[in-house]
């Protein structure tokens, strides 16, 4: 094996016993902070909403509503503003790793964050949910990433089967 080769091992492994020294004494999501930077969730206004370019968010949105193209159309729920957002609140808190961020209670905003299970990554889910009539609801909803360029789909393949859900 050639010096080269040794020295940068001795480093990976530094580097590897350096990260798991920071994760036994911080824990995941400090650690994350750490090398990351803290978290932000931004306010999200639908109306003025602009994505960014990376691929790591996915934005569900009743037609004419959200001020950039949704990625799916929000579907209409046979059910007033009140049960939607109340079956909303019931399968949420089934879910793994979630936890209540911001909410406006008055615009019927909440704020979410789900954290992968292995590493803690932190996703942001808001979700706003709209009257159409008395027996009619639909809302809006907007997940992404806060590390990284790629989410390999997750924040699409978490609100479509939180959609499903509460169908």
């Known amino acids: 094996m050639g010096k080269r080769l040794k020295t940068t091992i001795k480093a990976l492994l530094a580097l590897v016993v350096l990260l798991a020294l920071l994760i036994a004494v911080l824990g995941r999501e400090r650690s994350l902070e750490v090398v990351f930077g803290a978290v932000e969730v931004q306010p999200v206004e639908f109306a003025a909403l602009v994505l960014s370019p990376k691929p790591n968010q996915f934005l569900v949105c009743p037609p004419g509503y959200c001020s950039a193209k949704p990625h799916l159309l929000s579907p209409t729920f046979a059910a007033s503003v009140d049960d939607l957002q109340q079956r909303w609140m ?24 789900q ?16 009257p159409l009539t008395a027996d009619s609801a639909t809302l809006a909803i907007y997940s992404r990433s806060h590390y990284g360029r790629s989410d390999f789909a997750v924040n699409e393949a978490r609100i479509r089967a939180w959609l499903g859900l509460l169908n």
């Not at 790793?97 to 964050?113: S, T, V």
């Not at 954290?115 to 709209?130: G, N």
């Open 90 to 113: 019931t399968m949420i808190a089934a879910q793994p790793r979630i936890e209540a961020g911001a909410a406006d209670a008055g615009a019927r905003q909440y704020d979410f964050i």
């Open 115 to 130: 954290r992968t299970k292995w590493i803690r990554y932190p996703d942001s889910i808001t979700v706003r949910f709209i």
